[in-house]
């Protein structure tokens, strides 16, 4: 590859910008009456928000996934608040538009006080528009406080990733039709005391139809079949960059190829003083 071959594209460029204008609970509550899927995705930075916010993804994760997949740790209990925060805001000001979701991380809601407070972290310091936390019964008071103090809280159920090693493992839930009542009940009371939406990771199909079904919000699949109102992936899992994946995961892109490429054409071009030229430098003023 050439050096002069280099495409420098803003990222404005690359999509129309959004026709929707903000993305706010309404909207999402009105894609979901008129039967319009909707895509999410994670994100951990400003220059990629750009991307994704003119591509038109409604909704944006910022994920405690930056564990693993950018940090390279083997849990995602590793990602802290303060580290969740500075991300966040990176990229809300690269995505001001989209509807914005920010992962409380492990220990962050454990009481009902550390939860609100966390929570109104998130909004008044990063911007979210959500604060999703891994939920099952015993967070029914948790929600039902952070609701009350204005917190708007997606409900995430089924495979719980911080809670992996409870679990044993990362194991897919709702294997049997007593686990996947538990689930249904679970949902429902997670949406009475004031969830705005739903997120199931790792449930069968069958199970995801029931909770739909049977509450009135958003229901977001994370390898959850088709039956939920919308979908997420984890960014880096969906562009290659990940050796293991979720079997639910579809590799749409190959970028690590692309960075391997421009970085061998980097390499060569040094090597062969092709980079840098005279005009790459700067000039001295003649006194």
Excluded: W
């Excluded at 509550?29 to 039967?35: L, Y």
């Excluded at 990629?48 to 940090?71: Q, W």
């Excluded at 999703?132 to 159920?157: N, W, Y």
């Amino acid at each position: 590859m050439s050096v002069e071959s280099v495409d420098r594209k803003p990222a404005a460029e690359i999509a129309p910008p959004r026709a929707e204008g903000k993305m706010t609970l309404h909207t999402l509550k009105t894609m979901r009456q008129e039967s319009r899927p909707i895509a999410m995705l994670t994100c951990y930075d400003f220059p990629t928000a750009k991307i994704l916010a003119a591509c038109g993804v409604p909704i944006l994760l910022v994920g405690d996934s930056v564990a693993t997949t950018v940090l390279g740790e083997s849990s995602t209990i590793h990602a802290t608040m303060d580290f969740m925060i500075l991300l966040t805001r990176a990229v809300r000001r690269g995505a001001a538009d989209v509807f914005l979701m920010g992962d409380m991380p492990f220990g962050s809601y454990a009481t009902e006080e550390s939860a609100v407070a966390n929570g109104k972290r998130f909004m008044a310091e990063a911007g979210v528009d959500c604060v999703k936390l891994e939920c099952d019964i015993r967070h029914e008071s948790i929600v039902r406080t952070m609701a009350m103090a204005g917190i708007p809280v997606c409900a995430h159920l089924g495979l719980l990733p911080q809670r992996a090693v409870q679990l044993g493992g990362y194991r897919y839930q709702g294997r049997t039709e007593e686990d996947a009542d538990r689930l249904v009940r679970e949902s429902m009371a997670m949406v009475a005391a004031g969830a705005e939406m739903l997120l199931l990771e790792a449930v069968p199909d069958r199970v995801s139809r029931r909770i739909v079904e049977a509450v009135p919000c958003l229901v977001l699949g994370c390898g959850a079949g088709p039956s939920c109102h919308g979908h997420v992936v984890v960014l880096h899992d969906m562009l290659g960059y990940s050796e293991k994946v979720p079997r639910f995961v579809e590799r749409f892109g190959a970028v690590p190829a692309a960075v391997a490429e421009a970085a061998q054409a980097y390499v060569r071009a040094v090597e062969t003083r092709e980079y840098p030229q005279v005009r790459h430098g700067y000039g001295v003023k003649e006194s």
